[in-house]
């Protein structure tokens, strides 16, 4: 809380190093979802220092500060140029879902009526938010199987007149295989559709593998009816976090994405973002992340990923009870289990071997199962995170699959969870282990475990979030989202 008196800069140092130790490594490769490590420190802290230089340069008004100008229009004329389309107009933005909010605002208000947002199931979730925040609707369609790229006939049976926009994405996270760009953009183009291609995890990823040999579809703004694009600098740009562009065909495009207002007696507004005063630090971080690997850093890490995704798919397929979901063409691997192996388990045996693999829901056919982001950092380690997994998926067989409560997700699934208050819901929660006065998210960390690496895989005894995930995977998705609505009110009450 507020103290009465100032407190010393090493003091809060201090407990912000001490608060951070219950964090998962933000370093090092052992944490294969939410962070992206080059293995080159220095060019973080290029980073790092360019971020803290431009932290109090305010993004609300360019006429006020143009330096900010001057790193964006460089920021967002590479990713241009990288894009297929140099000298494309763009937004830079805080991240992935700023830049497809804006994209699907943008579509929205050009085709004025139309309300739809056709989507495959595999589509990240800002987009069901996007179309939650601006008033329209979603119509996802399936993914083939066994490849998990979007179905072209799906598509094409359901854009019509009311359709505001097409999505693809260029890869998906979930299997990490890019949908098919071509067929979907001149499906869209030929009924006057837009086309957005979600290339925020592989726009700075894509193009360097397949410099570096790998065999990567057109997916960018060169493919005709392609009008729009998103690419997070913040994912394979290596860029601190806030950092990410999107691009659109054309202009006149952008002006759709753009917002201002007179309707008040004070400063006049003009915001190309959701945000209007914002700081210019993640500008900063991803401009000098991008000067300071170049063209041939980013190559470099490119062969380096490619060769660590090869490696690790390969050395996977040979793990007894694991597999691959689909042939992943970018960087992320999704590895599903089998009846002696409960991926949700493997998880939490790669935790306590201090490793954090990420799990995944079963949603719409496909798999429970978990994922794994490469980067710059992962080939240094693939044949120790080979060896985890190995351990772990063994682990596992042995201690079998988790142990849902008997009853309880259809209980959970009976209740109205609008009508529990919160000590209810802290109790079911501690039913299946969970502590909410611990502070970790679910799917993510242990709340209340041992230190990683500490303990003998397969001890039973060990909290965890198997049983969690076990209970969530075994709802439907509406009653997941309830669900972790009340467990982040609870957890900030
Ligand atoms: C394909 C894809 N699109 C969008 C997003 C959302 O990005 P952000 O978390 O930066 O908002 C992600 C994040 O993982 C993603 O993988």
Not at 213 to 224: E, Q, R, Y
Not at 233 to 252: C, I, N, Q, W
Not at 366 to 387: Q, R
Not at 420 to 443: M, N, Q, R, W, Y
Request: glycine fraction near 8%; proline fraction near 8%; charge should be negative.
């Amino acid at each position: 809380m507020l103290p009465d008196h100032g407190r010393p800069v090493t003091e809060l140092l201090a407990e912000l190093t001490a608060l951070k130790e219950a964090d998962l490594p933000v370093r090092g490769g052992k944490v294969t979802a939410y962070v992206y490590d080059t293995g080159l420190p220095e060019v973080h802290e290029a980073a790092q220092r360019a971020y803290a230089e431009m932290l109090e340069v305010n993004m609300l008004d360019p006429t006020a500060f143009p330096s900010m100008v001057a790193l964006e229009r460089q920021v967002v004329g590479a990713v241009a140029e990288l894009l297929g389309r140099p000298g494309a107009p763009g937004i830079f933005t805080s991240g992935g879902t700023e830049s497809i909010m804006l994209a699907v605002k943008a579509a929205r208000d050009a085709r004025p009526g139309a309300t739809r947002v056709v989507l495959p199931v595999t589509a990240h979730p800002a987009f069901h938010k996007a179309a939650h925040y601006l008033g329209m609707e979603v119509v996802p369609v399936p993914v083939d199987p066994v490849t998990y790229r979007a179905s072209v006939p799906a598509f094409e049976a359901a854009l019509d007149d009311r359709t505001a926009l097409a999505v693809v994405s260029a890869p998906s996270y979930p299997q990490g295989v890019v949908d098919p760009v071509e067929e979907v953009a001149a499906l869209a183009a030929a009924r006057g559709v837009p086309c957005h291609v979600d290339a925020c995890v592989g726009g700075w990823l894509l193009p360097w593998l397949r410099e570096a040999g790998a065999a990567i579809p057109p997916f960018d703004l060169s493919v005709p009816g392609v009008t729009s694009i998103s690419c997070d600098l913040h994912k394979f740009g290596y860029a601190p976090k806030g950092a990410s562009v999107l691009l659109f065909r054309d202009a006149e495009l952008r002006r759709r994405a753009y917002f201002a207002s007179a309707a008040w007696p004070g400063y006049t507004i003009i915001n190309a973002t959701v945000q209007s005063s914002r700081s210019a630090g993640p500008l900063g971080g991803a401009w000098a992340t991008l000067q300071a690997l170049g063209r041939e850093g980013y190559l470099e890490l490119g062969r380096r990923t490619l060769e660590a995704t090869r490696r690790l798919a390969e050395g996977v397929a040979k793990i007894p009870g694991l597999r691959v979901l689909g042939e992943p063409e970018a960087a992320l691997v999704a590895i599903a289990g089998s009846p002696e192996v409960d991926v949700f388990v493997l998880a939490d045996e790669a935790r306590r071997l201090g490793w954090f693999l990420q799990p995944q829901l079963s949603y719409a056919g496909i798999p429970a199962n978990i994922h794994i982001t490469v980067t710059g950092v992962t080939l240094a380690g693939v044949d120790a995170m080979l060896e985890v997994i190995a351990e772990a998926a063994d682990a596992a067989r042995r201690r079998g699959p988790a142990d849902v409560p008997e009853g309880l997700p259809e209980l959970i699934a009976s209740l109205d969870l609008d009508a529990l208050d919160d000590a209810t819901f802290a109790e079911l929660a501690a039913s299946v282990g969970i502590d909410l006065t611990a502070t970790a998210e679910p799917g993510t960390a242990e709340p209340g475990t041992a230190e990683p690496g500490t303990a003998e895989p397969g001890t039973p005894a060990e909290p965890g979030m198997a049983v969690v995930n076990a209970v969530l995977d075994a709802l439907p998705a509406a009653t997941r989202e309830a669900i972790l609505v009340r467990f982040l009110s609870v957890l900030y009450s």
